[in-house]
T-cell receptor, first 110, second 115 residues
Framework: GQQLNQSPQSMFIQEGEDVSMNCTSS?????WLWYKQEPGEGPVLLIA?????ELTSNGRLTAQFGITRKDSFLNISASIPSDVGIYFC??????????FGQGTELSVKP | DSGVTQTPKHLITATGQRVTLRCSPR?????VYWYQQSLDQGLQFLIH???????AKGNILERFSAQQFPDLHSELNLSSLELGDSALYFC??????????????FGPGTRLTVT
């Protein structure tokens, strides 16, 4: 089946640093969503992208829908300790199904 | 708070037993999705219901079943439980069939421990 390759798997950064993570696939997607999951909680929707090339911000978070429709990236600027968690990308395929990446685990050192 | 509720929060049971997990979608949402999240895996899609009817099946075992009731709440039934079924089980909801808008909103999850 379709797969999303999300990288990196984990990141250990210093507070104040910028973070970048991405998802790639060999398949085309109609929509990209980015979620954040904190320990013991359910994933929370951060950003939704609907068009190729679209760049959307939510506070310190910025995400882009790749022009080929096969990838997306998420940037976090000036990271803070509460950014800790697992970030998931999810792509909606041609059939409407949502495919999730394996997640990027972010650790922020104060 | 996503507006999706799940009960119970935690469940501990023995192998061979049967349990039922419950989910109430956000007000106005007609679709309910179930996911399993194990320690070493991401979110595994199990099943999708829209307005009471099954729409899609993922990697759901035959020992597992689900249904969506007329009031739109959903239950996931897990039977003949095995140690490997220990995981977090999430319910998510969306407004329509999932085609558009595609956004799914997740509940807080049920942590199932099989001993």
């Amino acid at each position: 089946g379709q797969q999303l390759n999300q990288s990196p798997q984990s990141m250990f950064i210093q507070e104040g640093e910028d973070v970048s993570m991405n998802c790639t696939s060999s398949s085309i997607f109609n929509t990209w969503l980015w979620y954040k999951q904190e320990p013991g909680e359910g994933p929370v929707l951060l950003i939704a992208l609907y068009k190729a090339g679209e760049l959307t911000s939510n506070g310190r978070l910025t995400a882009q829908f790749g022009i080929t429709r096969k990838d997306s990236f998420l940037n976090i600027s000036a990271s803070i300790p509460s950014d800790v968690g697992i970030y998931f990308c999810a792509g909606q395929n041609q059939g409407g199904k949502l495919i999730f990446g394996q997640g990027t685990e972010l650790s922020v050192k104060p | 708070d996503s507006g999706v509720t799940q009960t119970p929060k935690h469940l501990i049971t023995a192998t061979g037993q049967r349990v039922t997990l419950r989910c109430s979608p956000r007000s106005g949402d007609l679709s309910v999705y179930w996911y399993q999240q194990s320690l070493d895996q991401g979110l595994q899609f199990l099943i999708h219901y829209y307005n009471g009817e099954e729409r899609a099946k993922g990697n759901i075992l035959e020992r597992f079943s689900a249904q969506q009731f007329p009031d739109l709440h959903s239950e996931l039934n897990l039977s003949s439980l095995e140690l490997g079924d220990s995981a977090l089980y999430f319910c998510a909801s969306s407004y329509g069939t999932g085609l558009f808008p595609p956004e799914q909103y997740f509940g807080p999850g049920t942590r199932l421990t099989v001993t």
